[in-house]
């Protein structure tokens, strides 16, 4: 086969290499892709707290979206903080506007996603504040600076005792709602 009739070759007979140029701006797409934990983005108000993890966004379409806090699990409604975990995730959210980054939704439907609050990521805020659980079964779906912000902010929450952890022994929402379905 003659140089000129080889793809890889230029009209000289000499061979093409790729671009290191070229070659950086892949890898780094690649990498900048493998790395983003999130897709879409949604704004709007939030006009409902449902509980400690889930909230609703009413877009500027006048479309609501039930949001599931990415990387937390808040107790259930009628578990121990249940209600606090509610009050304090209405007194961060409702009524003001929010911006969440998602890239899935989960078995309900719901978004699941990080949500942002006057530049606030409230997910973090519940954790801090003892009234939710970082949610270890998920965190892979977190940016690995979100995943170790969260497990710091819970290990400080426990260590101050504040909120959930001023229990002696708290039940993570994940155990509980196993003990409700066996009953």
């Known amino acids: 086969m003659s140089h000129l009739n080889h793809p890889a070759t230029t009209h000289k007979g000499q061979r093409l290499r790729p671009s290191h140029g070229l070659t950086w701006v892949l890898v780094a797409s690649l990498a900048l892709w493998a790395t983003s934990a999130y897709c879409d983005t949604l704004a709007g108000k939030v006009v409902a707290v449902a509980d400690g993890d889930t909230l609703t966004v009413l877009d500027g379409d006048k479309h609501q979206h039930h949001v599931r806090l990415s990387g937390i699990d808040a107790p259930e409604k009628h578990q121990a903080f249940g209600s606090k975990a509610r009050e304090h995730l209405a007194a961060l959210t409702f009524q003001r506007d929010a911006v969440v980054e998602y890239r899935k939704r989960d078995r309900y439907g719901r978004i699941v ?3 942002e609050v006057e530049g606030r990521d409230v997910g973090l805020a519940q954790v801090e504040a003892g009234m939710a659980w970082h949610y270890k ?35 993570p929402p994940w155990e509980f709602r196993g003990q409700s379905k066996a009953r």
């Open 113 to 115: 996603g990080k949500v």
């Open 137 to 171: 079964q998920f965190s892979r779906e977190q940016l690995r600076a979100d995943r170790l912000t969260y497990a710091a902010a819970e290990n400080s929450a426990r260590a101050a005792r504040r909120g959930l952890w001023a229990d002696e022994d708290p039940t």
